[in-house]
Each structure stands twice: as C-alpha cells, then as structure tokens.
C-alpha cells in the first residue's frame, strides 16, 4: 500500500507562482513514475499534467509547458510542481499519483488550486 499526502495548494492571483508537493510514504518501488494531474470545476475527467520517472525523465501537458516544472526528491520520495505564470484556467484540484514498477497506481486526495483573474 502507497499513501500519499499534497501539499501546498491556496488562492493565487494570475501572474503568481505556487509550488505544491506531494510526499509518499508505504511500499514505495525504486522505479516507478510520479504524476500530477488536475481535475477543473465542472470537469469530471482529469488531465494529466506532468510526469516524472525515477531517473528524472519528465512530460508535461502542452498547456503548461515553459510555465510549470516538476521535481521529485527520490530519497524522501517527494514530488514537486513549480507553477509559474498561472492563469485562472490553472484552477483546478491537483492529484499525485504514483504508479509502482508492478503496475499498480495509487492517488492522493487532492489540494486545491485557485487563481483568480
């Protein structure tokens, strides 16, 4: 079993930075692949917005590339997501997900983002 815990969510005006964090504690793989993803008002589905593999191999959504960079320490297995340059369409519920090397996922219960215009 995985847990994670986010970290680092608040209100945020356009223009504004906000890094969040997500820290994993459990049964933790040495590889394995940490994503963030974010869920928006009204939006059931949520997208993927960054990853990251255990040797520091990253992807980011087109939405948030050159304004968003993510991070992970492995020896504390904590992710990271700097956000720079938001936007109020960057309002959204952050999710961590990791997924281990055996192929199972498991999500952390999401900090909230907001950035008013």
């Known amino acids: 079993q995985v847990h994670l815990v986010e970290s680092g969510g608040g209100l945020m005006q356009a223009g504004g930075s906000l890094r969040i964090a997500c820290a994993a504690s459990?049964?933790?793989?040495?590889?394995?692949?940490m994503n963030w993803y974010r869920q928006a008002p009204g939006k059931q589905q949520r997208e993927l917005v960054a990853?990251?593999?255990?040797?520091?191999?990253?992807n980011y959504a087109d939405s948030v590339k050159g304004r968003f960079t993510i991070s992970r320490d492995n020896a504390k297995n904590t992710v990271f997501l700097q956000m720079n340059s938001l936007k109020p369409e960057d309002t959204a519920v952050y999710y961590c997900?990791?997924?281990?090397?055996?192929?199972?996922?498991?999500w952390g219960q999401g900090t909230q983002v907001t950035v008013s215009s």
């Open positions: 997900a990791v997924r281990r090397a055996d192929g199972r996922s498991y």
């Open positions: 459990g049964s933790i793989t040495r590889n394995n692949l």
């Open positions: 990853g990251i593999t255990s040797a520091g191999s990253t």
